[in-house]
């Protein structure tokens, strides 16, 4: 038997993560996917379907693994499937890009964000958010060691205040990440909002991140814009892609990054190293789902039109006042009805959004996102009385979800 210590060291600090992850929390989104295992609710939380995808797309994946697509593939992505991101952004999204030179392959828009992130951001640089933003962000300038400013969008239809926007440009700025359509407000950027954010970026000579993975959910005649396609941004833009929700597989992990040579080659450094490369057979089988014809995409926003429509009009009547999301999948409604918090209009009986998700997830079993976590400025009113669900969900999911908020509201919780 080994001899024991003298000593012991009186504290360890063993456990103390590292001081990068000191802001970090655990993301409000899983959480509530979390909770609503926990409390058997009905999840309009996170945003993944609950339905089956394509059969078409079961078949590819069961063909590339029968055919032996079993091992790593080329760092930054099978060249079949590179080839068919690069057809894919000439026809759809604008961009000319050569599958060797400017597609990188990743598990999911996940990574191909905190790529370019840590590919192109020292320590100190700023990054420009709008906000609410998609709360994978904020981390991601924490890894990278630069500063997040926010620029908010103003309600009611999430607009862009341009003298705010021109503030947050400085010396110091390095990157913008734009998201269209975005998560979670459902905002589709304007080609003039765009045309005013690549005069910027070229003033301050900025690069852009694009997190256009959304770009196929479309409503009311909504016209999606890549950035990247914009004249002075194609050179310094990471244009940002994946399969997780055009076609609904989100547990795939199939992403991709397209970008001018020099960004790419930064890029599929940090890739390389991160993870070495997207799981082989689903890589083939998006190759194969990029071949779909036209009907499928006109058939995704069409499929997802009826549950926003379906969602709102049961929020509404049960008291819950909605933006209508003009693209993605996600309603941000006004619940400051049900918050007392000082400085909002509500009389309700929640101290916060947050307070008031908790209960429904818990007691309601609904789960939802507060919309403070999409917002980095506390304390506001503005920030602190929203909710955000999902409508990624079978009918009767969202049925069960509006029968359970009708009977919380009916109750008078409020
Ligand atoms: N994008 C999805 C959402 O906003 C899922 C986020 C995640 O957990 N990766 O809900």
Redesign the pocket.
């Known amino acids: 038997m080994p001899a024991a210590r003298k000593s012991a060291p009186k504290k360890t600090f063993a456990s103390l993560p590292a001081k990068r992850l000191r802001d970090f929390t655990e993301?409000v989104?899983?959480e509530q996917?979390r909770l609503a295992h926990v409390h058997g609710a009905v999840n309009l939380?996170?945003?993944?379907p609950d339905f089956p995808c394509e059969p078409a797309l079961k078949d590819l994946a069961r063909a590339a693994i029968d055919a032996d697509f079993n091992q790593y593939s080329v760092t930054w992505g099978m060249p079949g499937l590179r080839q068919a991101i690069a057809g894919k952004m000439g026809r759809y999204n604008g961009i000319r890009a050569d599958a060797d030179r400017n597609v990188t392959v990743t598990c999911?828009a996940?990574e191909a964000m905190i790529c370019a992130f840590l590919s192109n951001l020292d320590p100190g640089k700023e990054v420009i958010l709008f906000q609410p933003f998609?709360?994978?962000y904020h981390p991601d300038a924490y890894l990278s060691g630069a500063k997040p400013v926010y620029v908010t969008l103003r309600e009611p239809d999430w607009s862009i205040d341009e003298k705010e926007l021109r503030r947050a440009f400085t010396g110091k700025t390095a990157a913008i990440v734009i998201n269209t359509p975005q998560?979670?407000t459902g905002k589709v950027f304007t080609r003039a909002e765009l045309e005013l954010i690549a005069r910027l970026c070229q003033q301050w000579n900025v690069k852009v991140f694009s997190d256009e993975?959304y770009e196929h959910i479309l409503y009311d005649g909504a016209a999606h814009v890549s950035p990247g396609s914009l004249p002075g941004l194609e050179d310094r833009t990471v244009t940002i892609g994946s399969a997780?929700?055009t076609y609904g597989i989100?547990g795939w992990r199939v992403g991709w990054a397209v970008a001018h040579e020099k960004i790419t080659d930064g890029l599929r450094k940090v890739h390389d190293f991160m993870t070495v490369c997207a799981a082989t057979p689903l890589q083939e089988a998006v190759r194969g789902a990029l071949g779909l014809g036209p009907e499928f995409y006109r058939d995704v926003s069409a499929h997802y039109l009826r549950r926003r429509d379906f969602l709102v009009q049961g929020l509404e009547a049960a008291g819950f006042r909605c933006h209508v999301p003009r693209g993605a999948y996600?309603v941000m409604a006004d619940v400051a009805d049900f918050i007392r918090e000082p400085g909002s209009k509500g009389r309700g009986r929640f101290r916060d959004d947050a307070e008031l998700a908790r209960y429904l997830v818990s007691e309601v079993k609904v789960a939802t996102?507060p919309g403070s976590s999409f917002y980095k400025i506390k304390g506001k009113a503005a920030t602190a009385h929203k909710l955000?669900f999902?409508f990624c969900k079978k009918e009767a999911t969202l049925a069960q979800a509006i029968e359970r908020l009708d009977a919380f509201r009916s109750s008078g919780s409020r």
């Open positions: 993301s989104i899983r996917t939380a996170q945003g993944f999911g996940t998609y709360e994978n998560n979670p993975i997780s929700k989100t996600y996102v955000r999902c």
